[in-house]
T-cell receptor, first 107, second 116 residues
Framework: DAKTTQPNSMESNEEEPVHLPCNHS???????IHWYRQLPSQGPEYVIH???SNVNNRMASLAIAEDRKSSTLILHRATLRDAAVYYC????????FGTGTRLTIIP | SAVISQKPSRDICQRGTSLTIQCQVD?????MFWYRQQPGQSLTLIAT?????????ESGFVIDKFPISRPNLTFSTLTVSNMSPEDSSIYLC?????????????FGPGTRLTVL
């Protein structure tokens, strides 16, 4: 899998938007960009994925840079339940988990 | 998505013994995987469980230590053999339906293993 770089941790206030960045400068033209999150004491949970265009679903939005070398996961209104480790992954058949970004939500 | 269950959810085992972890999916899946998450660490892929053939192991993992079975398209087992305290981890299975070929995986809740 192509390498991704994420900040180790971020904090955000409750009910405010959160922008989680990911750099993937070695991405190939066919690599999908996936985001997963792992809530405390749970298995990872699929959040969203995209290829070139921005994507929205009920959980989040994914903004992909025009050159695809970076992307941003957007939580529009963070709640305490969004506190988790967020992983940005470019899978090729299998997933390779990095260290992710630990998101803390401040009440 | 799918309902993925694992048994047991947790266990405490003695050194030198073996534990078999089960992963059951409520629908047929193309690919199943086993991961390990050591305390405070990220997930590491152990192997791909292949239906009807031997599992494909990642570097650093061997069949003698982590034998895997996949008798059908909805079930797989991972055995942690001859356990030592270093095997204390969370073991997770995941599935890929390959419906859209984007690599999306869905994870089970995990099995928390403590080896004394």
């Amino acid at each position: 899998d192509a390498k991704t770089t994420q900040p180790n941790s971020m904090e955000s206030n409750e009910e405010e938007p959160v922008h989680l960045p990911c750099n993937h400068s070695t991405i190939s033209g066919t690599d999908y960009i996936h985001w997963y999150r792992q809530l405390p004491s749970q298995g990872p949970e699929y959040v969203i994925h995209g290829l070139t265009s921005n994507v929205n679903n009920r959980m989040a939005s994914l903004a992909i840079a025009e050159d695809r070398k970076s992307s941003t996961l957007i939580l529009h209104r963070a709640t305490l339940r969004d506190a988790a480790v967020y992983y940005c992954i470019l899978p090729v058949v299998k997933l390779t988990f990095g260290t992710g970004t630990r998101l803390t939500i401040i009440p | 998505s799918a309902v993925i269950s694992q048994k047991p959810s947790r266990d405490i085992c003695q050194r030198g013994t073996s534990l078999t972890i089960q992963c059951q999916v409520d629908s047929q899946v193309t690919m199943m995987f086993w991961y390990r998450q050591q305390p405070g660490q990220s997930l590491t892929l152990i192997a791909t469980a292949n239906q009807g053939s031997e599992a494909t192991y990642e570097s650093g993992f061997v069949i003698d230590k982590f034998p895997i079975s996949r008798p059908n398209l909805t079930f797989s087992t991972l055995t942690v053999s001859n356990m030592s305290p270093e095997d204390s981890s969370i073991y997770l299975c995941s599935v890929d339906f390959r419906r859209d070929r984007t690599g999306t995986q869905y994870f089970g809740p995990g099995t928390r293993l403590t080896v004394l």
